[in-house]
């Protein structure tokens, strides 16, 4: 092999494993992150980098608003200032001065909304508490169950389902980008089931092929620490060796130029 060729190999061989320290750096700083999947490091390709879907452990919390996915989907959230939406796993929303279930970042999640004493939530969109209790009551509770029903409790005693989550499953997940802040885009890659558009059908909690939903619980990193810190010690060893080709390929360049001066 020629002498450049080795020394281009060097460097392919050192960007490639440097960037699978920080992927591998990234998944052990976020071992605590709720719902956060880590990253899958491959150096067959450049330094290819997918999302690993496997289930978190789940941890019940007691908050109301805390919700998790137990099986496959993800929350759909809206960001209102440019209504780009987002995939995640982080169930840890809680409802804004307006009271739209929204993330940490602000951003709203979706669902079934609409609904009512009588009359089932069937319009998509923003889940928020109900504006127009029943006249003369105040309401007093609300709760989510496993199919994501939003279940509202007055002070008449009455009790209305208003809102319904509703999760995106995906036939290819590991094509999802992490966009910041625990959030995925890249959905027309990752093939929605069912499309693009949510709906009342193939997006329902304990549908076919669909998670259910675990109230008052929070899914953990699905991070495999043990797994991480060994692939980092094998990535850095790696990319030593890779600096090391090139600093000897470079020592070959100067001692064969020093022979014909």
């Not at 109900?130 to 008449?156: C, H, I, M, R, V």
């Amino acid at each position: 092999m020629p002498i450049s060729a080795s020394i281009q190999s060097g460097v392919t061989a050192m960007k490639a494993f440097s960037k699978g320290v920080e992927t591998i750096s990234a998944n052990i700083a976020n071992a605590n992150t709720t719902g956060y999947k880590s990253k899958t490091v491959s150096f067959s390709t450049m330094m290819d980098d997918s999302i690993k879907n496997s289930q978190g452990s789940l941890t019940v919390t007691g908050v109301k608003t805390d919700l998790a996915v137990s099986g496959e989907g993800f929350f759909r959230v809206l960001k209102t200032d440019d209504n780009s939406q987002y995939v995640t796993r982080a169930g840890d929303f809680h409802l804004d001065a307006e009271g739209y279930l929204v993330n940490s970042s602000n951003y709203r999640v979706q669902g079934l909304t609409g609904g009512a004493a009588g009359a089932a939530p069937a319009a998509v969109g923003s889940i928020r508490v109900s504006q127009t209790p029943p006249a003369g009551a105040e309401l007093l509770s609300f709760a989510f169950d496993k199919k994501g029903n939003f279940t509202e409790t007055y002070s008449n005693g009455t009790t209305a389902v208003t809102n319904r989550v509703l999760i995106q499953r995906f036939s290819n997940p590991t094509a999802l980008k992490l966009d910041g802040a625990n959030m995925f885009t890249n959905f027309e890659n990752a093939a929605p089931v069912g499309g693009l558009a949510l709906n009342g059908l193939t997006n329902l909690p304990g549908g076919v092929g669909n998670g259910t939903i675990e109230p008052e619980t929070l899914e953990l990193s699905n991070v495999d620490l043990t797994n991480e810190f060994a692939t980092l010690i094998n990535a850095q060893r790696s990319l030593q060796a890779s600096s090391r080709i090139v600093t000897v390929s470079d020592s070959m360049v100067e001692d064969t130029v020093n022979l014909k001066r």
